[in-house]
C-alpha cells in the first residue's frame, strides 16, 4: 500500500510513485484510476494531450478514495503556453476533470523555439495564487531553462518531469534539481521495456525474486526520484506498487550506473517544439 511522500519546495507532499495515463484510452481511463486507486495508489498523472482528462476525473468521482487523499497531476500543451491561452488551458483542463483545482499544474515541455515558457511560468505563479493550482512545476526542461524561470521570477518549480531509465540517467539535471530543491519525477521509467535484460537488473531479479520492471522502479526511488509508471492492467498496477520489500544495495545501484547510455526514448527537449 501506499507509498512514501517527499516533500516538496511549498510545502507540500509528493506520493513518490503513482501512476501514469499516457496512451490510456479515454473510455479505459475511468477503469485504470479506479483500479490504481484501489490498489493503493495516491498519484495520478495526466496531461491536456492525453486526451484522457475526463475519465481521470470520472475515474476519481467513482472510486472511494477520497478526493484529499489523491494527489492529481496535468499539464499545460505546448500550443497553449502563453498568458491568456495558458490561463483558458487551465480552465479547460479543470473543466474537463471535474475539479476546481489540481494539486500539480506542469508546463508539458519547454519549446524553446516558441520563447513562451517564462511567460508561462508567470500565469502558473499566478494562478497558484488565485487557487486554480495548489503547486506549480514543470518538465522536459533542461539546465538553462530551469536558470531563466527561477531568475527571472524567484519562483523554483515544485519538480521536473523528465525522460529517465536506465539507458538515460540524467545525472546533470539530478545534481541540478538537488542543489535547488525540485523533485526530479521520472517518465517512461521503464524505459519502453529496453532494459529487461540488461545483467544487473535480471541479478537483481534473481537475487530479490522480483520482476525487472519492479527492480527498475525499485531503482528510480532510491535515486530519489518520484517515479509514474503506466500499466493499463490490473496485475500491472500492482506488480509496479509491490516494490517497498526490497532494496538495491550499492553495488547493485552501482551496477546500474552502467548502462546509462545517452538513449531516449522520447524527443530532445531542444528540438521539440
Ligand atoms: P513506462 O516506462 O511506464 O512503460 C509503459 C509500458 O510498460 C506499457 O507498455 C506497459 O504495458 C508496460 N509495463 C508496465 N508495467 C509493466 C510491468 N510490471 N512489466 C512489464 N511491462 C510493464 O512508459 P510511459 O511512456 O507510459 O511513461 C509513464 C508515464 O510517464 C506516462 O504514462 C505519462 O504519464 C508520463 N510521461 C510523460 C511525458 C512528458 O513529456 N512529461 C512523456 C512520456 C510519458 P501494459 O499496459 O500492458 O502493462
Known amino acids: 500500500m501506499a507509498t512514501a511522500g517527499l516533500a516538496l519546495n511549498d510545502g507540500k507532499t509528493l506520493p513518490q510513485l503513482g501512476f501514469g495515463l499516457w496512451q490510456v484510452p479515454e473510455d479505459q481511463t475511468a477503469r485504470v484510476v479506479r483500479e490504481g486507486l484501489a490498489a493503493g495508489y495516491r498519484l495520478i498523472d495526466g496531461a491536456a494531450i492525453y486526451g484522457n482528462e475526463a475519465g481521470l476525473g470520472e475515474g476519481l468521482r467513482s472510486s472511494p478514495v477520497a478526493r484529499d487523499e489523491v494527489f492529481v497531476t496535468t499539464k499545460v500543451w505546448n500550443d497553449r503556453q502563453g498568458t491568456a491561452s495558458t490561463r ?39 494562478l497558484r495564487e488565485e487557487g486554480k493550482v495548489a503547486s506549480i512545476g514543470v518538465s522536459n526542461f533542461r539546465v538553462a531553462d530551469l ?8 519562483v523554483v518549480p515544485v519538480l521536473n518531469q ?76 500492482a506488480e509496479n506498487l509491490d516494490i517497498f520489500d ?28
Not at 147 to 154: A, D, R, W
Open 147 to 154: 536558470e531563466v524561470i527561477i531568475g527571472e521570477t524567484g
Open 162 to 237: 523528465i525522460e529517465l531509465h536506465p539507458r538515460l540517467q540524467q545525472a546533470e539535471l539530478r545534481a541540478f534539481h538537488a542543489a535547488q530543491g525540485i523533485v526530479t519525477q521520472s517518465w517512461t521509467p521503464l524505459g519502453q521495456g529496453r532494459c529487461f535484460e540488461a545483467a544487473p537488473v535480471r541479478a537483481v531479479a534473481a537475487r530479490a525474486g522480483k520482476s525487472p520492471a519492479q527492480v527498475i522502479l525499485r531503482w528510480h526511488l532510491q535515486l530519489g526520484c518520484s517515479v509514474i509508471p503506466r500499466s493499463t492492467r490490473a496485475a500491472g498496477l
Open 88 to 126: 483558458k488551458a487551465v480552465e479547460e483542463s479543470l473543466a474537463r476533470i471535474g475539479l476546481p483545482s489540481v494539486d500539480l499544474m506542469l508546463i508539458h515541455w519547454p519549446c524553446p523555439e516558441r520563447g513562451m515558457f517564462l511567460e508561462t511560468w508567470k500565469t502558473l505563479i499566478a
Open 246 to 273: 526490497f532494496s538495491l544495495t550499492e553495488a547493485e545501484m552501482a551496477a546500474m550506473s552502467t548502462l546509462e547510455a545517452g538513449e531516449r526514448t522520447g524527443p530532445d527537449p531542444a528540438e521539440f517544439n
